[in-house]
């Protein structure tokens, strides 16, 4: 193999991991809103969540309540 091919399969094999990491997380997001629209519908149980998930789950969730914080802190100083 020349060392021109080799160096193209490298970059392609760099792109298809960038672009998988890409998809993985943007999985994950997706995977929260599940949880978090299955809980507004009224689940109970998330004792099939996985533990990392549920930790992910809990960071946006935070996230999500300091955004609004946020917003409510900028509406009222105006």
Same mark, same amino acid.
């Given at each position: 193999?020349?060392?021109d091919e080799k160096t193209i399969l490298e970059g392609k094999?760099?792109?298809?991991?960038?672009r998988l990491e890409k998809l993985r997380r943007k999985n994950r997001e997706i995977e929260i809103k599940i949880i978090m629209c *299955?809980?507004?519908d009224g689940r109970k149980n998330l004792d099939d969540v996985p533990t990392d998930l549920m930790n992910e789950f809990y960071m946006a969730v935070e996230k999500r309540i300091q955004e609004?914080?946020?917003? *409510?802190s900028s509406s009222k100083s105006t």
């Open positions: 193999m020349a060392a094999i760099a792109n298809g991991r960038a *299955d809980i507004i609004l914080r946020y917003m *409510d």
